[in-house]
Every structure is written in structure tokens, then in C-alpha cells.
């Protein structure tokens, strides 16, 4: 119903993708100009139309970062509460050391004020917490902000005390005749020795990020008017920056003063434009797509869904438009279809995206280049191995692409930035997702891919199999017509794989009357010998519509049940319809009743594996098989088929009939064993 529900069903999808398209796509006026640093600027006079503020390259600015950063100090915090802390604990212990060790209690008041004497001049001038990455290697003390009672003052390092050059001052200053009274006050002043200038990492970070965020980050002013570049000049680097910064100051006033509308309508015009292209290649190239519109969907659907990955990533600024992986589109169709629908729809995205990309020439150039590697290097996927290699190949072509550009924008290796090059390395890794997507796709449109058709020729296949067992005779025929029509639709030119799963099916009908089939019968006796020659012709046709009917039952692809309904064309089933006229001359005769339903073949494959089939089943009544009987044979099977019009719907030349003749004698011959006299033929 999908399929055939109306012609112009396929117009309204491609309106609607369309309209999807365009309405997610960034609604304001593109940037006229494209330029490269090192090149020579090919358009006319450019002149601001007006005045803007030239920005700071992004190394400039780096720059500019990190020597504001450097000049702003570490913030630390006095703590002057911690003193009386100190000062309470180190007056208790130090009464209770007094009394453990038996001093004189009449000494005890002087050394205990001299101690705390001490003590508090050391926690007035500060004790410091050093902080190793404020150090500078030729430098252990620097310049730091002190912060007291918020009020700020700069101070170095060295004007402070540490705890070690704390202890050492107290150790020089307090002096005692007894040395045990000494060693006691100074351990115990060492254990109450602590900073009191602590690092305010937080707040250091609010001031650094504040510094940092007030620098500007433009230097100087185009005026309105003013000569940005002449005609046939080259772009160097102050020019090229004067051009950055005309471009974000066009977009960011165009996205307020331009109609939207407009740009919408802009939109619709090329979008529309380049998706009618396409419909007009299908219409004249694919008709047989354009006829399907489910086919058609999945094609619309791929474009659309591309399209739209490009505008969210836009839309998200993500660092690099290069991380979307556009070599997925020509890698699935060129599975799912042809090589030339896969190139034509990969150019239409790509000249569609470089409307909304920066650098729309190199950016189109890196994508056509790698589309058509991955192209080429997926001819026919028959092993999961291809999908890596191809892989492989677009990273080659991606970065041969990368370091020409490179080149020729630097002209220097040295002035290359790899890490540039990291979002096509993920684009690359995205592309194996095509391997998934194509079963998807499969599954949903009811297309069928070589890798399908693979698993179908599998003769372990559950149907191969029961045909195997139940017609044993039947599968040993659908064998040889399949290497028969392979070998032929290989030398002239078509899908060998479509091929061999319909050769190998064409016949799977007969699983439901095998003995009926001469090529399953083990005995002299026929079953049709007790049967009317009417209802005999009926039991042989029957298996046609009988294989349908059990391939659909299996969900097989109606690509390989093409087969099954034209491999006996609309011929009659000519021994009984013979033996009837013989037998029965005075009876009127239905030709009908002996004539297969048709349809003819319609292609290269159906019609090649129509002439496998007639020629090998003929073959099987050969008595003696020579060089000469095949030889006949195949021309008397190839001419009758003719003679009937069976090939009337098929792309196949004479010169291809000529070759078929050949492969199909060459092979027979093989098969039948039969010796060419090679004397003879010099």
C-alpha cells in the first residue's frame, strides 16, 4: 500500500522534507566572503560599511590571560584569633611542665612572661603557611597579598615568619643559666607554633577569574568607511584578523537587523532547489527507486536526518563541524543501492551544508574527497572486514586532505595544529555506525543489501536445508543454475550475488510436491502416469505460486522472489501439452491451463537465471553429452526462448547472449566431463 498508494505520495514527502529541513536550519544572512590566511583576496575592494572593533587572535589573547594572571598575587588570611588560643594552652601546659620537672616556683612568673613575650611578637608579625607552587625555581619566597580586617597590603614572603624561622627566633631570643628550664620552655613553645597567614585559594580564584573576564579582548578599531583590503592583495595575518572580526560583527548584527523571513524564504529556494535535482536524477536514471516510495522515504530520510545533525551542531557551537560523520550517507546507500546514487547524494548534502558551514570551500573539499573513497572502497560488502578498512581509507583521505590545506595555508610542518585534526578521527569512528544502520534500514524499507543476500545464499539456511532434505534433486539443480547464471551475470555485468540467492530459491516451491518433479524421482514409475495431462501441468505450475507463498512466509526480500515468479516466464509446460494434442486431438484445448502465469523477465538477472534454469534442466537429458549435443542444446534452449519473447523486457544485448553461450557451454562441458579434441581445433 505504501509502496503504490499513489504517485503523489512522493512529492509530499519531499515537500516535508523540505519544510523539516529549512526550519531547523539558522535562520540569518550568510557571510558573503571566503578567505584564507596566505591567499590573495580575489574579490573587489573591501570597505567596512561600519565601524567595528578588531579582536584579538586567540594566541594574543592567551597571552594576554596569562600575564594577568601572573600578576595577580596569592591572597592569604592573618588569623589573629588563633593567638589567644595559643596563648591559653601554652600558659596551662606550660605550669603543669613547671611543676612535672621540680623548678624553682620563684622563677616560674619571669620565664613564663618572657616565653609568651616571645610568643606573641611571633604571631604579630605573622606565621605563614608556604605554598609550594607560589615558589618560583630561582625564588623560594615571593610576593604574596596579605589580607587583615579586609584591608589589603602586599607583603613578601621573607617580612614573615615560617614555623621553622618562628622556632628559630624563639630559640635565640630565650636564654635561661639552666639549661633543662631552656630545652623545656623551647619544646614547648615548638609545639604551639603554628601559621597564622593561611592561602585563600577561593578567593584568589574570584579575583584571578575577575581580572581575567575584564580584559578585553580587542585591539583597535576599523572605522566606517576604512579600506579593510584591496583587490589581488594577500591576506596576512593582521588583514586576516581585521576579516574575523568583520565577519562575527556582519553575523552578530545581521542575526538582529536581518529578516528572517527572507532567509527562510533564501532556504526553501536552495533546499528545495537541490532536492528537486534529485528527484529529477531518480526520475530519469532510478526509475525503479523513484516508482517506490518507500525507497524514496528511506532516501529523503537519510538526507533529512544528516541535515539536521549538521544544524544541531551547529546550534550546540560544537568546537569543530568535522566531528559529524558524513561519510555515513555515501557509505549506506552505496550498500543499500548503487555507487553512482551514492556519490550524487552525498554531493547534494555537502553543497547543501556548505551553505551553513565557515570555510564552505574546504570543508566541501575534505567531504567529496572522502566520500568517494569510502565509495570506492566498499564496491561490495561481503565481509565485515571492509567496513574497518574502508574506515581506514577515509582517515587516509581525510588526512592527506588536512595536510595539504595545512601546507598550504603555513607552509611550515612546525606551524601545523594535530590536534586539529582529532574531530575527523571521530567522524571516522562514528562512520562504523552505518553497519548497524543498514540492517535498520533493511529491516524497515524492505530493501536488500549484499550483505543480506549473503546470508540468504548461505546453504545452511533453514529453507535451503528442507529443500535439501525434502527434494534433494531439485536442490542439486538449483546449485548448478546458480553457479551457471553467477558465472554469466559476472562476465557481463550485474548483481552475481541477487543472482545466486534467486537461483538457489527459484524453485523452493517444489518442497511441497517433490515427486511430482522428475529430478526427485528415484524410480521408472511416475506419479503422473495415473493423473490427467491437464492436472499434471497444473501440479508443475503450481510450484511457481506455491514458492512465492513460502518465501513470503519467511520474510525473504521481494527482490529474490522476482525470481521465483519469472523464471518460467509465461512459456507453456510443453511435454504436456504435447502429450495432450497427441493423445487427445479431438478435444478443445485450453492453452492456458498449460501456460505458466508470467510475469517475463524484466532484467539481467531474471533473465540470465532463466536460461541457467532451461538450459541446465535440458541438459539432465542427455544421453551422451559431447562438445556438440551441448553446444546445440544451448543454442536450441537460448534461440526458443527468443522465439517466445521471454527476453522482451530485459536489458540483454546480443553480444551478451553470445558470451552467455559461451560461459554456459564452457561450464556444461566442465560438469559432463567432456574432452575437446584439441588436435582438431588447431
Known amino acids: 500500500m505504501y509502496r503504490k498508494y499513489s504517485s503523489n505520495i512522493k512529492y509530499i514527502m519531499m515537500v516535508l522534507s523540505v519544510l523539516i529541513i529549512t526550519v531547523f536550519l539558522p535562520k540569518q544572512p550568510r557571510f558573503r566572503y571566503e578567505f584564507e590566511k596566505g591567499t590573495i583576496w580575489?574579490?573587489?575592494?573591501?570597505?567596512?560599511?561600519?565601524?567595528?572593533?578588531i579582536l584579538k587572535t586567540n594566541p594574543q589573547v592567551t597571552i594576554d590571560k596569562q600575564d594577568a594572571l601572573d600578576n595577580v598575587l596569592p591572597i592569604y588570611k592573618l588569623n589573629r584569633e588563633l593567638f589567644n588560643a595559643v596563648e591559653e594552652a601554652y600558659l596551662n601546659e606550660f605550669d603543669v611542665k613547671w611543676r612535672t620537672n621540680a623548678f624553682p616556683e620563684n622563677e616560674r612568673p619571669g620565664y613564663r612572661q618572657s616565653a609568651l613575650k616571645l610568643l606573641q611578637d611571633i604571631y604579630n608579625k605573622g606565621i605563614i603557611a608556604i605554598n609550594i607552587k607560589h615558589q618560583k625555581s630561582n625564588n623560594p619566597n615571593y610576593d604574596f597579598s596579605l589580607l587583615n580586617n579586609n584591608i589589603s597590603k602586599t607583603v613578601n614572603t621573607q617580612d614573615v615568619f615560617t614555623v621553622q624561622s618562628a622556632l628559630a627566633y624563639f630559640?635565640?631570643?630565650?636564654?635561661?643559666?639552666?639549661?633543662?628550664?631552656?630545652?623545656?620552655?623551647?619544646?614547648?613553645?615548638?609545639?604551639?607554633?603554628?601559621?597564622?597567614?593561611?592561602?585563600?585559594?577561593?578567593?584568589?580564584?574570584?579575583?584571578?577569574?575577575?581580572?581575567v573576564s575584564s580584559l578585553s579582548t580587542t585591539r583597535g578599531m576599523v572605522q566606517k568607511g576604512e579600506l579593510i583590503i584591496s583587490k589581488d592583495n594577500v591576506i596576512d595575518d593582521e588583514v586576516y584578523q581585521k576579516l574575523l572580526s568583520f565577519k562575527e560583527a556582519y553575523e552578530a548584527q545581521t542575526k538582529t537587523i536581518g529578516d528572517s523571513k527572507l532567509v527562510y524564504l533564501g532556504q526553501i529556494l536552495l533546499v528545495g532547489f537541490i532536492v528537486s535535482?534529485?528527484?529529477?536524477?531518480?526520475?530519469?536514471?532510478?526509475?525503479?527507486?523513484?516508482?517506490?516510495?518507500?525507497?524514496?522515504?528511506l532516501i529523503l530520510l537519510v538526507i533529512t536526518t544528516m541535515l539536521l545533525a549538521l544544524t544541531w551542531a551547529i546550534k550546540l557551537n560544537l568546537p569543530s563541524i568535522y566531528y559529524i560523520p558524513f561519510c555515513i550517507v555515501p557509505i549506506i546507500i552505496r550498500i543499500l543501492f548503487d555507487t553512482r546514487l551514492a556519490l550524487y547524494l552525498?554531493?547534494?548534502?555537502?553543497?547543501?551544508?556548505?551553505?551553513?558551514?565557515?570555510?564552505?570551500?574546504?570543508?566541501?573539499?575534505?567531504?567529496?574527497?572522502?566520500g568517494m573513497v569510502a565509495i570506492y572502497s566498499i564496491r561490495n560488502l561481503i565481509k565485515r572486514e571492509q567496513l574497518l578498512l574502508s574506515a581506514l581509507f577515509i582517515l587516509s583521505a581525510y588526512f592527506v586532505s588536512f595536510l595539504g590545506i595545512a601546507l598550504l595555508r603555513e607552509g611550515s610542518l612546525t606551524q601545523i595544529e594535530w590536534m586539529n585534526f582529532v574531530p575527523f578521527i571521530v567522524s571516522v569512528l562514528l562512520s562504523l555506525l552505518a553497519y548497524p544502520l543498514i540492517y535498520a534500514f533493511e529491516k524497515m524499507f524492505g530493501i536488500t543489501s549484499d550483505v543480506a543476500l549473503i546470508e540468504l545464499t548461505n546453504t545452511n539456511?533453514?529453507?535451503?536445508r528442507e529443500l535439501a532434505f525434502k527434494a534433494p534433486g531439485t536442490f542439486q539443480h538449483?546449485?548448478?543454475?546458480?553457479?551457471?547464471?553467477?558465472?554469466?551475470?559476472?562476465?557481463?555485468?550485474?548483481?552475481?550475488?541477487?543472482?545466486?540467492?534467486?537461483?538457489?530459491?527459484?524453485?523452493?516451491?517444489?518442497?511441497?510436491?517433490?515427486?511430482?518433479?522428475i529430478e526427485n524421482q528415484n524410480t521408472a514409475l511416475s506419479p503422473h502416469d495415473k493423473l490427467p495431462y491437464e492436472q499434471s501441468a497444473q501440479i508443475i505450475i503450481k510450484h511457481v505460486h506455491k514458492g512465492i507463498e513460502i518465501t513470503r512466509r519467511h520474510q525473504l526480500p521481494e527482490s529474490v522472489i522476482d525470481f521465483i515468479r519469472t523464471h518460467h516466464g509465461n512459456t507453456r509446460v510443453d511435454y504436456f501439452y504435447q502429450s495432450f494434442l497427441k493423445n487427445s486431438p479431438e478435444k478443445f484445448v485450453d492453452e492456458n491451463i498449460f501456460r505458466y502465469p508470467g510475469?517475463?523477465?524484466?532484467?539481467?538477472?531474471?533473465?540470465?537465471?532463466?536460461?541457467?534454469?532451461?538450459?541446465?534442466?535440458?541438459?539432465?537429458?542427455?544421453?551422451?553429452?559431447?562438445?556438440?549435443s551441448i553446444n546445440?542444446?544451448?543454442?536450441?534452449?537460448?534461440?526458443?526462448?527468443?522465439?517466445?519473447?521471454?527476453?522482451?523486457?530485459?536489458?540483454?544485448?546480443?553480444?551478451?547472449?553470445?558470451?552467455?553461450?559461451?560461459?554456459?557451454?564452457?561450464?556444461?562441458?566442465?560438469?559432463y566431463h567432456v574432452r575437446i579434441d584439441y588436435q582438431q581445433t588447431l
Open 632 to 671: 546445440d542444446l544451448v543454442e536450441r534452449i537460448i534461440d526458443y526462448k527468443l522465439e517466445q519473447n521471454q527476453l522482451d523486457n530485459c536489458d540483454i544485448t546480443l553480444k551478451d547472449l553470445e558470451t552467455i553461450k559461451l560461459i554456459f557451454k564452457t561450464m556444461l562441458m566442465s560438469i
Open 171 to 211: 630559640k635565640n631570643n630565650f636564654k635561661s643559666v639552666n639549661l633543662k628550664i631552656e630545652e623545656v620552655v623551647e619544646n614547648l613553645a615548638e609545639d604551639h607554633l603554628q601559621p597564622n597567614i593561611v592561602f585563600d585559594e577561593k578567593l584568589t580564584a574570584v579575583v584571578q577569574n575577575n581580572t
Open 461 to 464: 539456511n533453514k529453507l535451503l
Open 346 to 370: 552525498h554531493l547534494l548534502v555537502v553543497l547543501i551544508s556548505g551553505f551553513f558551514v565557515a570555510n564552505s570551500f574546504e570543508f566541501v573539499f575534505y567531504q567529496v574527497t572522502s
Open 599 to 628: 510475469p517475463i523477465p524484466f532484467s539481467k538477472e531474471t533473465g540470465v537465471l532463466m536460461l541457467a534454469d532451461s538450459v541446465e534442466a535440458a541438459s539432465r537429458s542427455l544421453k551422451n553429452p559431447d562438445a556438440q
Open 277 to 297: 535535482l534529485l528527484m529529477v536524477f531518480l526520475k530519469l536514471f532510478r526509475k525503479d527507486i523513484f516508482a517506490d516510495n518507500r525507497q524514496l522515504s
Open 42 to 53: 580575489k574579490n573587489k575592494d573591501l570597505v567596512s560599511p561600519f565601524s567595528f572593533a
Open 478 to 517: 538449483s546449485l548448478q543454475v546458480a553457479n551457471l547464471a553467477e558465472a554469466a551475470i559476472f562476465k557481463i555485468g550485474g548483481n552475481s550475488l541477487l543472482v545466486r540467492a534467486g537461483a538457489l530459491y527459484h524453485d523452493i516451491g517444489k518442497i511441497e510436491n517433490p515427486q511430482y518433479f
